[in-house]
């Protein structure tokens, strides 16, 4: 298991991924980064070393033994949120050949519930066509939109993993 290297403050100074905007939320963009940046990053408290050590459980364990494709990190885990309720993840399969874009999407159908429950991690495929949820992501949830009372179409930043 992962342990918190740092405060939060001190993350802010240390890395690549961007400041927080004014609302909380990373700037618009896609922002590559390795899943140690990350924990690094947003580990500033034990609720949030534990979903990163259980999204770092839920990339060991069940997405690099199938799917060596990159991955998207978003949801209020990387905000300034204190206590995130879980941590949304989207495989983006949109490069796969066909067989692993048919195995990500059955995966994501059959195992969702448990991810969840096991994980902490809500987990979607990203295939191509008209329904891409990297770019899905990087709007402002209706809750976000209340909580913070900003605009539901403010874009925001998510993190790409390779």
Sequence with gaps: MYEPVCSKADALLKMP????DRNG????????CTLDDIRIRFGWN???????NNLAAFIENEVRPSFPDPWYCDGSFVTDKD????????????AAPD????????FMNREQPRLISQYWVDFWVNLPGGNDFSLFFQYVGIKTTRFKGI???HHKGILRVL
């Design 151 to 153: 605009d539901p179409l």
């Design 17 to 20: 991924i961007p400041d927080f």
């Design 25 to 32: 939320l990373l700037p618009a963009g896609v922002f590559d």
């Design 46 to 52: 034990d609720r949030r070393m534990m979903l990163f």
């Design 99 to 106: 067989d692993r874009k048919w195995r990500g999407l059955e």
């Design 83 to 94: 206590m995130p309720e879980d941590t949304d993840v989207v495989l983006d399969l949109s």
